[in-house]
Nanobody, 124 residues
Framework: QVQLVESGGGLVQAGGSLRLSCEASGRTFSSLGMAWFRQAPGKEREFVCAIRWSGGHTLYADAVKGRFTISRDSAKNAVYLQMNSLKPEDTAVYYC?????????????????WGQGTQVTVSS
């Protein structure tokens, strides 16, 4: 089992920035990659970005390219999401997820372990 705990969400004005953190514990050696997904009210959970633990290869959804940056700290078993130039449409619950499969996936079913989520609200 891998346990994931997100933090860093909150309320920010449009154009502002937030940094989310995700700390992993448990059988972290089984994780090959990490991702951030988000889910807005009434919508399906959607892929935001992902990163491979080894080598740091990243993948981004078109909606966040150039604004969001995912990074990892292997020593701390932590993944971060730096979100800049936030828009009201970025408002959602953001989830951290861990994959035990290769390669990186953009699908919800490509990730085995999930955190509880952290709310991000962007006001206009």
């Amino acid at each position: 089992q891998v346990q994931l705990v997100e933090s860093g969400g909150g309320l920010v004005q449009a154009g502002g920035s937030l940094r989310l953190s995700c700390e992993a514990s448990g059988r972290t050696f089984s994780s090959l990659g990490m991702a951030w997904f988000r889910q807005a009210p009434g919508k399906e959970r959607e892929f935001v970005c992902a990163i491979r633990w080894s080598g740091g290869h990243t993948l981004y959804a078109d909606a966040v390219k150039g604004r969001f940056t995912i990074s990892r700290d292997s020593a701390k078993n932590a993944v971060y999401l730096q979100m800049n130039s936030l828009k009201p449409e970025d408002t959602a619950v953001y989830y951290c997820a861990s994959s035990t499969s290769f390669p990186l996936s953009t699908r919800v079913d490509g990730y085995r372990y999930w955190g509880q989520g952290t709310q991000v609200t962007v006001s206009s």
